[in-house]
């Protein structure tokens, strides 16, 4: 079974950047792909997609702020945060997107705060 590490998390002030990244042990190939994030006390949730023919789809509150992208030669989903705010606050999660969802990894922490 797929596996996926996440890494690149971090603590930034508001307004700074993070790129997250998030590889994968197993095939992928072009699998629709997504980032999820979790904030205690509440559901993980999907801010971001990637289709099998590569479109991207983001929530709104994320949108002109974040960008997915992918290295499918490296197994290696990314997404680059930019103008981070305090809400972005939480675990970060990559995944298949709804019935491929496999288990899920250890996530990367950010946390955004003056």
């Known amino acids: 079974q797929v596996r996926f590490v996440e890494s690149g998390g971090g603590s930034v002030q508001p307004g700074g950047s993070l790129r997250l990244s998030c590889t994968a042990s197993?095939?992928?190939?072009?699998?629709?792909m997504g980032w999820y994030r979790q904030t205690p006390g509440k559901q993980r949730e999907l801010v971001a997609s990637?289709?099998?023919?590569?479109?991207?789809d983001y929530t709104d509150d994320v949108t002109g702020r974040f960008r997915l992208f992918r290295a499918n030669a490296l197994k290696t989903l990314f997404l680059e945060m930019n103008n981070l705010k305090p809400e972005d606050t939480a675990v970060y999660y990559c995944?298949?997107?709804?019935?491929?969802?496999?288990?899920w990894g250890q996530g990367t922490e950010v946390t955004v705060s003056p």
């Open positions: 995944n298949f997107l709804h019935n491929d969802i496999v288990s």
């Open positions: 197993g095939k992928i190939d072009f699998t629709a």
């Open positions: 990637i289709s099998r023919g590569g479109s991207t």
